[in-house]
């Protein structure tokens, strides 16, 4: 398949920069296997959509001085940092505390959330509640129209609950302040073909397509196909160019339709 | 709770070091939420069955010299790294290529692994299929009697493939040769009160018992409870003293029993 064609990225590819993002996923329970991690997917599959690409995933215990390197560092390498867990007013909630640390400011109660706070606990309202209105000093509160109990971000970083109810509920916060991008499309294509087989084929797509992200994932648990290729980027064209000149260097009666 | 027993923990729990472990699991597949992350969750259970601390996860695409620089990091600070993914024939599995340039060792081919190979793809055995024969300089193949199909460890490396029913299949040769500790033991208690209110008696159960890893997990999905809380650590004795001293502290007509 050398003969594949070779076209540049269009210019419009190669002058939208593509926003870049990490998360960093809190909590002793997912490092020990007690609670699957159930937030990532979610928010992999949300930020694709808005154009963003999420390139790096962290995983720490609930110890304030972790958490805060691994935000500082993140929250200056990617263009957004997305926090899941340690938000709550347990002993074992400590991110709100860990961001502030990062970006070297105090932890403020908000009188805003403060006022929330009280008006949702009423007469129950204890000092373990106005824990949740604790935030770092100058992080804004994020609200929609529809989402109105507010999602706290300091600067690029915003700060998400661990609860995957919660997380749920809140990512349209996000995706209607971070604003949409570029999106990626995929395509798939499924052979009986094994990687081997397919190496030099595959060889041949990656070096006509630098643009494209190309993915091979064997499966053992179809009797339809046995690999599945896919073709990921932001330029529609090119994806699609990339899996039709894949496609058309297949052998005959490939590729497979499911 | 502030005259719950304050113990010191045993000589025993003081002497063990628990073993340290990190996972770095790889895959622009999970990052764009494609493929969602499954093999976290079975080895964090296993590592904690063997007395294992996972300490930090860390997801990154398939890019050699980003792979390579964390297990560098990694394989020098825990005692254990095993690597998820990346593995197989085609060009986006470099895990094999980022291992050696972390050891600084080059790619050589195990004859070993070759006549597997061949024996198993017999004619059909092709450049691409023998590619699953490349390994750093030095690495081991380690088998079981049960699981002859080798798993690769570059000193305390383990590289594992990331499709879930291999990585499963692939358990029990590391809990054969990582060695068992102390197993973690973990109790839970639940109750409906929420954490707001339970944050005095947790901190009290919490300073009382500095050994014991103390969680607080709200639910959103049980109408019999809205809080658990879990007790961990490697002494029963402690986890249960910690558990009772906390059950003691509650008000009357908790704990629920599920």
Redesign the interface.
């Known amino acids: 398949m050398s003969e594949a064609p070779r076209a540049e990225p269009t210019a419009a590819t190669a002058r939208a920069r593509t926003p870049t993002a990490a998360a960093l ?1 809190i909590g ?10 159930a937030n ?9 959509t808005l154009g963003i ?9 609930d110890t304030v001085d972790v958490i805060a390197r691994e935000v500082r560092i993140l929250s200056e390498t990617y263009d957004w940092l997305f926090t899941s867990g340690g938000v ?5 909630d400590v991110t709100i505390e860990a961001v502030a640390k990062a970006f070297g400011v105090a932890v403020v109660s908000s009188q805003e959330m403060e006022a929330m706070l009280r008006a949702h ?1 009423k007469s129950a ?8 209105a604790l935030m770092p000093e100058g992080a804004v509160l994020e609200v929609t129209d529809e989402i109105r109990w507010p999602t706290v971000r300091m600067n690029n970083t915003w700060v998400m609950p661990g ?1 995957p ?2 997380f749920r509920m809140k990512l349209p916060v996000i995706i209607e302040r971070v604003g949409r991008g570029r999106a ?1 499309v ?1 395509r798939a294509v499924y052979t009986k073909m ?7 084929l ?2 041949a797509v ?1 070096a006509a397509f630098p643009d494209v ?9 179809s009797d339809k196909y046995k690999t599945k290729l ?1 073709f ?1 980027g932001q330029d529609e064209l090119r994806v699609d160019a990339a899996r039709d000149a894949f496609v058309a260097s297949l052998p005959e009666g490939e590729p497979q339709a499911l």
């Not at 002793?28 to 991690?37: F, H, I, Q």
């Not at 999420?54 to 215990?61: A, D, F, K, T």
């Open positions: 996923i002793n329970e997912l490092l020990s296997g007690k609670v699957e991690e990532l997917v979610v928010l992999a599959r949300t930020l694709r690409r999420l390139q790096r995933v962290v995983m720490v215990e709550g007013p347990t002993h074992d606990y309202c204890t000092e373990g509640h106005l824990r949740m609860i109810e919660i990626y995929s094994d990687e081997g087989d397919l190496k030099p595959l060889d990656v992200d190309v993915g091979s994932y064997p499966t053992w648990q896919t990921d």
